[in-house]
């Protein structure tokens, strides 16, 4: 047998490795690779159940936002009036800009729009 020897003193047949010190070796290295391995688990269990809580936090997140939107949009009468009257022009310029936003814009978008067309088949 290769790399074991038979005992001197026993009876039975034991085989007794001849590198003991090999052995005690890769057994320690086992270990070591198993402790690493054990704490590498560990911390990616910690990762997924701190991945697992984001989805829920970006759905608080987005709910407070909703809520703070929605209570931004209830503006009273009396501060609308209060504000169109003690400061018209921050009022007349926020008109000026929803006005440009919103209806002015796309009108001049789809009569940009238009004028392309146009000119397609003209030419």
Excluded: C
Excluded at 6 to 13: E, M, R
Excluded at 47 to 74: N, T, W
Aim: a positive charge; zero cysteines.
């Amino acid at each position: 047998m290769a790399g074991k020897t038979v005992q001197a003193g026993a009876t039975d047949g034991t085989v007794v490795p001849d590198d003991t010190a090999e052995l005690t070796r890769q057994l320690e290295q086992l270990k070591e690779e198993r402790d690493y391995l054990l704490v590498h688990s560990q911390n990616l269990e910690a990762e997924l159940r701190h991945i697992a809580r984001e989805p829920a936090r970006v759905r608080d997140l987005e709910q407070r936002l909703a809520d703070a939107e929605s209570r931004l949009r209830q503006v009273s009468v009396v501060h609308t009036g209060k504000w169109l009257i003690l400061r018209p022009d921050a009022a007349l310029y926020r008109i000026y800009r929803r006005l440009r936003d919103g209806v002015l814009w796309l009108t001049l978008e789809r009569y940009r729009v238009l004028r392309l067309k146009l000119r397609r088949f003209g030419a």
